[in-house]
């Protein structure tokens, strides 16, 4: 890495001047983006009038994109840089940009905002931050709640170059920490509608039959008998749009809060040619009991509908868990994700996250779920591509889904009525839960082009029944009448767990999200799937030494067993476990470019199992992005700490726990006893550091 430069103007650390302008910094990574060559957005004039947008003038206009104000248009690829320089000359726009794409990522299209977010070292004051904003000129806006030092600011009319170029000059300044450009990325909702015709909810209970392996169901009748859920606890379903009018969502103090972010009211309907998501998704996690129709995991409880504006950006993310927070939501229940093969999420993105997963309900913590998605890939991992039409998707290929790895969210993946993994179900490390759905070929679905991609094909039958729930009232919708029957996709998977987080805080409204997190891995039912992926030819449905397994999480959710540890532990008070502190201060230069690093061990004598973990680490580095940190215990399972993003920062004082990396659960269990051995590699030349000491803390 280069060293710290003194001037904005400088070559970005990184990032070369010739290809500032196609490197997205986002969440600590680097995104190559590729320019779209047929398209391009602009924002024009308050009063321009919006007819003149279709007369041809500046190429073929396509759509708004409401959030951004941005109008979209498309050209013939050779006139596309010709037109731009028309447009921006013109008086009557305001803003203009190409279009872009993440590479490898198929049919993912990102716009540009006029929103930066920069997060400064904890000593640049107000005056050093306002001489950087007016060199570049940007306009403070305000702080990011939850980050120290950070800040939106607004690209000024007077900027002569785009947020990608000005955010990655930012990075080459040793005051800055972090600077992203907020960029608008599709919604994808995630489902994969199957054509099964059944209409009973076999999900919730069932005494087998055909199709229905043993247990499959989630036991909710032996729940009901404790709670079907209470008013005061609200469940927050984010989604496209809600069939408010549905008999299913009726009764007294049934609908909290609802709100439009889309059209910026407080009626999120359908539109009169969209079929609603979210109206089968609400369905499953709280339909009401009302003698008619189908019912809700639970269905006692409130439902607070959210519409999404149906893009990505910072501040819609920030105004959906901005909504639930304000308005007392408990359950936060999101069966969506990114458009992209690979979608790290920004620092406003996260924080908003983690501000609702620790704040929300007066502190106690909202219970975050997201849907895993449908694609049969990692949330986070590697696959050799292969077979893909068009060779969309071709080699080793890095997948990410930043709001499913999140470490304040519960990432739910699917299993089908025979108790199998569904063949499109994502799968991972972090995956928390399964919870049952229906079973459908993986596909990838792409709004902008309209798109759905079926990777390579499955030869063999894929058995299992369908997801019964609700649909837009009539001939809207899935299917005709108000119910459909071929709904599934870890959509539906998401408001099953969304429901029984949901009863468990019914039973028990004092547990903190983390409790409900903890109830809902520990009372699982330990579903196993021997047979290989029936695509990849990989096996991932047995579980490790932790209890974890790669396609269900910690099991298949049980709401009997859940709701029953939920009572029991309102009349359990809590005892302290034991805890012990151990330091290593010995300072350890870190050797430049060296695969090996350094290793640095603490002793520990006590002969407990560990019940808990933290890891604290105090580093001093020029570049820490270069640096990857790997913690080993006493029986030699080792797993990655920390790995290259932390970018441009030069102190690391953090703390590690099981919350917020989840892959210390992986020493859960595990005897403390012996050595435990930090790793501390540079994998990049020209920048040094050294550990400075670190902390290890067992609960048991």
Request: charge should be negative.
């Amino acid at each position: 890495m280069s060293d710290n430069l003194s001037s904005p103007n400088s070559e970005t650390v990184g990032v070369p001047t010739s290809s500032q302008g196609v490197v997205l910094q986002r969440g600590g990574e680097e995104l190559i983006l590729e320019k779209a060559a047929d398209r391009f957005t602009l924002r024009t004039t308050n009063n321009f009038p919006r007819e003149q947008l279709v007369q041809g003038t500046w190429g073929v206009w396509r759509r708004n994109i409401p959030k951004a104000n941005l109008e979209l248009f498309t050209v013939e690829p050779s006139q596309l840089e010709a037109v731009m320089v028309q447009v921006r000359a013109d008086e009557n726009v305001v803003f203009a940009s190409h279009v872009y794409r993440l590479k490898d990522n198929p049919g993912t299209y990102v716009y540009l905002s006029d929103q930066i977010t920069v997060q400064f070292a904890a000593w640049v004051d107000d005056a050093k931050i306002n001489i950087i904003a007016a060199t570049f000129r940007l306009i403070k806006n305000r702080p990011v709640l939850g980050l120290d030092n950070t800040f939106i600011f607004l690209i000024s009319k007077e900027a002569t170059e785009n947020p990608i170029k000005i955010t990655n000059q930012l990075q080459g300044i040793g005051e800055v920490l972090a600077a992203e450009p907020n960029i608008f990325i599709q919604q994808e909702p995630h489902y994969q509608p199957s054509d099964s015709l059944y209409s009973q909810q076999w999900y919730l209970n069932h005494n087998s039959g055909n199709q229905l392996g043993v247990g499959s169901h989630i036991s909710v009748e032996q729940a009901w008998d404790i709670t079907r859920g209470v008013r005061s606890i609200v469940v927050a379903v984010v989604d496209d749009s809600f069939d408010l009018h549905h008999p299913d969502f009726q009764g007294a103090g049934k609908i909290v809060a609802p709100r439009d972010l889309k059209e910026k009211d407080f009626l999120p309907l359908p539109g009169e040619k969209e079929t609603s998501h979210g109206t089968a998704c609400a369905g499953i996690a709280v339909a009401e009991e009302n003698g008619q129709g189908i019912v809700g995991v639970a269905p006692g409880c409130a439902f607070m509908p959210i519409r999404t504006t149906g893009f990505l950006d910072d501040e819609s993310i920030e105004e959906i868990f901005n909504w639930a927070i304000t308005n007392s939501a408990a359950v936060i229940s999101c069966s969506w994700g990114a458009s992209a093969v690979y979608f790290p999420l920004s620092l406003r993105q996260k924080a908003a996250i983690t501000r609702a997963a620790t704040q929300g309900r007066n502190g106690k913590g909202c219970v975050i779920i997201f849907a895993a998605g449908n694609a049969n890939r990692p949330i986070d991992g590697t696959i050799n591509e292969n077979n893909w039409p068009k060779n969309i998707l071709q080699g080793k290929t890095a997948w990410l889904s930043g709001f499913a790895i999140h470490p304040d969210v519960i990432a739910v993946s699917a299993s089908t009525s025979l108790n199998k993994k569904a063949a499109y179900s994502n799968w991972g490390e972090n995956i928390s839960v399964c919870a049952p759905s229906n079973n459908a070929p993986p596909g990838m679905w792409f709004q902008e082009t309209g798109f759905v991609y079926t990777q390579p094909t499955i030869n063999t039958a894929l058995s299992g029944l369908g997801m019964f729930t609700t649909d837009q009232i009539g001939a809207a919708g899935y299917s005709p009448g108000n119910f459909t029957n071929n709904f599934g996709g870890t959509s539906s998977a998401t408001p099953v767990v969304a429901g029984v987080a949901a009863l468990i805080l019914s039973a028990n409204p004092h547990l903190t999200a983390q409790q409900v997190n903890r109830i809902l891995q520990e009372t699982t039912d330990k579903i196993v799937d021997p047979e290989a992926d029936p695509q990849l030819g990989l096996r991932g449905g047995t579980y490790d030494s932790n209890g974890h397994c790669i396609w269900f999480g910690y099991g298949k959710v049980n709401a009997a067993k859940a709701v029953r540890a939920a009572q029991q532990s309102r009349n359990i008070k809590s005892t302290v476990s034991g805890q012990f502190r151990l330091i290593n201060k010995n300072q350890q230069a870190i050797p430049d470019h060296n695969k090996w690093g350094i290793i640095s061990a603490i002793t520990v004598s006590e002969n407990v199992y560990v019940s808990d973990i933290q890891v604290k680490v105090n580093i001093n580095h020029d570049f820490l992005g270069d640096l990857e940190i790997y913690l080993t215990a006493p029986n030699n399972q080792q797993i990655l700490l920390q790995g290259r993003t932390l970018g441009r920062q030069t102190e690391l004082t953090r703390n590690y726990t099981v919350r917020s990396h989840p892959v210390l659960k992986k020493f859960l269990g595990v005897s403390a006893r012996g050595n435990w051995q930090l790793q501390v590699i540079d994998t990049s030349p020209q920048d040094v550091g050294k550990l400075n000491n670190w902390e290890l803390v067992i609960g048991y």
